[in-house]
């Protein structure tokens, strides 16, 4: 109590100051991918055979740090257990599958994929947003069948208070991922590349 | 000599400045009290409606923050929000993988303040202002979604459940109809057993549903 009464109110303010900071010195991992009802059962029911996973990694020419973290209001904010983004994409993807029943290591289909653009812009006081963009390629064999890069981005409101905008951020750039799978998944020319009969 | 006394005196000074400000931030960070509304309570195992013959499902869950997927609190519900449902007995197995016969139940929590961002600053400031003399209260909405699909196909049955958490700040009441927690992991849990437990029962009472 007494130590309180001798704190005079600038210091308060220090404290204040020091345990925003300090909260920003955490680093934050991205949580695990959950797949969605729609996801799973529009997979299912797509028709689509099941499917492999190849390599996935950071495109050629692109800056190596993009693949390794972002940053939120000077929060970092990694992949999980030492991951790079492209290994999460690529986990992302072989989680919706394997929920889907379309999961197969031994398939002849094999979907790979380079992680293009990876940035969140989460600095504005009023407005934040995230870029995640990917080429991916169905390969039959050494044959491409499918390959396009797709683009996901989003803006959203933000807040001044870093408390809130940050956690805000981390939710918002998580989501890209199954956004950006969710624009795979939907594009017809990928599911007329991994259809069963496509030779 | 003397500055050395002075260097000592500034250490000291700084060490005492430093455990004073831990203090205070582990004395402020404690004056939040949190209580899980009543209007949503546990479901007992009895009072769930079995189907005669109980089918596996493959179970989705997804934490959100106003509507977007919230991936840390998933991590932290997930396993409660399984043994509730494995609890209900509506299902003979639940797994994350697909269940034989294509049966998927999907759970979603969005947390939705019901106080306003601003007025919970608002309220919030005004509490650190008079040190929590002046008490103040905000309360977050969940809203629990059960989806479920019996087979490929099949029509998706539907059923929501609305709970809260309110949050005291400094000098005030608990609210009113409401449990006191003793942290924060035990009343989000405790608020998922509850909303997802009264949206399984739903679910179990539809007639459409496995019966």
Known sequence: MIAQREIP???????????????????VKVGDHQPSLDTVSGLRDSGIAALNVGDFKLARGAKPDMDKGVSARGTPVDPPQGQTFS?????????????????????????????????????????????????????????????????????????????????DAINHYGAQYAALLAQLYADTDFRQACSPTTR | ???????????????????????????????????????????????????QTPQPVQLLFSFQTKGVANARATDLLKDQVKETVMNSGLFSAVSVDPAAGGA?????????????????MAK??????????????VTDGYICT???????????????????????????????????????????????????GAALKQLGDDPAFGH
């Open chain 1, 9 to 27: 109110i600038f210091r308060l303010l220090a404290v204040a100051a020091l345990s925003t900071v300090l909260c920003g010195c955490v680093t």
């Open chain 1, 87 to 167: 290994a999460y994409l690529r986990n992302a993807l072989i989680t919706d599958l394997k929920s889907a029943g379309k999961y197969d290591p031994q398939s002849p289909l094999s979907v790979q994929g380079e992680l293009t653009a990876n940035e969140l812009h989460a600095a504005g006081i009023s407005t934040a947003s995230a870029v995640l963009a990917a080429r991916f390629r169905v390969m039959r064999g050494d044959q491409a069948v499918y390959d396009k890069v797709l683009k996901q981005e989003q803006s959203w409101e933000s807040s001044f208070m870093g408390a809130v905008a940050i956690p």
């Open chain 2, 124 to 137: 919030g400031f005004g509490t650190g202002l008079t040190f929590g003399l002046v008490g103040s209260q």
């Open chain 2, 146 to 196: 059960v989806d479920y699909v019996g087979a490929p196909g099949s029509a998706r049955i539907e059923k929501v459940v609305h709970h809260a958490i309110h949050a005291t700040v400094g000098a005030h009441a608990a609210p009113a109809n409401s449990t006191k927690a003793p942290d924060g992991k035990t009343a989000a849990k405790t608020m998922a057993r509850q909303a997802v």
């Open chain 2, 1 to 51: 000599m003397r500055n050395t006394y002075r260097s000592g005196r500034t250490l000291i000074r700084t060490a005492l400045s430093l455990l004073c400000l831990s203090v205070l931030t582990v004395m402020l960070s404690g004056c939040v009290t949190l209580y899980v509304d009543n209007g949503v309570p546990d479901t007992a195992a009895a009072d769930f409606h079995r189907p």
């Open chain 2, 104 to 120: 998927i139940l999907s759970v979603t929590i969005d947390n939705e303040p019901i106080t306003s961002q601003q007025d919970a």
